[in-house]
Each structure stands twice: as C-alpha cells, then as structure tokens.
C-alpha cells in the first residue's frame, strides 16, 4: 500500500516539473502582440456618459399577451442635460455649503433652547403643582404642565430631525467632495 502511493506521488512530481511556467517576459510579450492586433480603440467614459440615464431596450411583447403601459417619459428631455448647470438652482459654491451649514446649526441649536426652556417650564409647573392645594387651581396646572410636556415631546422629534438634516447634508457634502473648511 505504502509502495503504491510512493508511486503515486512520484508521478505527480515528475508530471508537475515537466509543466513549464512562462516567464514575465514571455506575458508581456504575448500582450503586446495582443495590443498590435486591436485595430479599433476602446470606449472612453467621460462624466457625459454617467450622467445620462442609461438606455434600457424592452423585450417585444409574446404573441397573445396584453401590452403593457409605456413608461413615463423623463421629466427632462436629453437637450436640457447640456444646458448650464445654473438653471438647476444655486452654485454649491463655498458661500452656498457654508451658509447652509450655519443654518443648520442654528436651526439645531434653537430647537434645543427651546426644548430646555420647555424642561425648565415642565419643573416648575410641577412644583407649583405639588405647593397647590386648591383642587381648582391643581387642575388649571396640570393641563398647562401636559402641553408643556406634548410641546417638549414635539421639539425632542424636531431635534431628532435636524441631527438628521445635519447628517443628510454632511453626507452630501462627502459626495459632491467639498472640503471640509467649507464647512465652517
């Protein structure tokens, strides 16, 4: 049994070392020759050609079935993608990316003043409430404490949606590639 593997493996080996690896210069070689037989040049990708929506061809219908409803037409005609990017609304120039991100912070920052003023108007409707004895005026306190605490609830969600306004935009800023020092 140990014989008849030891053969075995010799003639793996042997058949392995008759294979003959190309060199470097042999691939290289053969690619030129490769390259002087291509007479036509290859398509080259300009920023045109991946902003034009790509052309999809619809298989024709089988005989017997119903047509289906055409598509849409695109909102833009093919024309009106050469023309001046200036039409589309403002420049996103420095001025437009810093300036839109001021805003954003200040929007943010207002809901959250707003919403510890809420907090603090919330804390001291509570303790009016708990100093109250009259059951006339603890009522009157507790409903003005309940719009208090719904108003806070709807500037927490407004907050929650301005971080994400903020995290939006800096993801676009990331993929339009502005720098970061316009961002200040």
Not at 92 to 118: F, G, N, P, T
Not at 139 to 154: H, N
Request: no cysteine.
């Amino acid at each position: 049994m140990r014989v008849t593997a030891f053969f075995a493996a010799l003639v793996l080996v042997s058949g392995a070392a008759g294979a003959r690896a190309q060199s470097l210069g042999e691939i290289a070689k053969q690619e030129e020759a490769r390259r002087d037989k291509v007479t036509t040049p290859s398509k080259v990708y300009t920023n045109k050609d991946l902003s034009a929506p790509p052309v999809v061809s619809e298989p024709a219908p089988a005989a017997g079935a119903a047509p289906t409803p055409a598509a849409p037409a695109a909102t833009t005609p093919p024309a009106a993608d050469n023309k001046d990017k200036k039409d589309d609304g403002p420049a996103k120039d420095q001025k437009y990316w810093s300036e839109r991100k001021k805003q954003l912070d200040a929007k943010l920052e207002r809901d959250k003043v707003l919403a510890d003023a809420m907090q603090s108007r919330i804390n001291g409707l509570t303790a009016d409430f708990a100093a109250r004895s009259d059951p006339a005026q603890r009522a009157q306190i507790e409903r003005d404490r309940q719009r208090a605490v719904a108003e806070l609830d709807s500037l927490q969600k407004t907050i929650k949606d301005d971080q994400k306004a903020q995290t939006d935009f800096d993801e676009e800023a990331r993929k339009a590639s502005v720098p970061p020092g316009w961002l200040r």
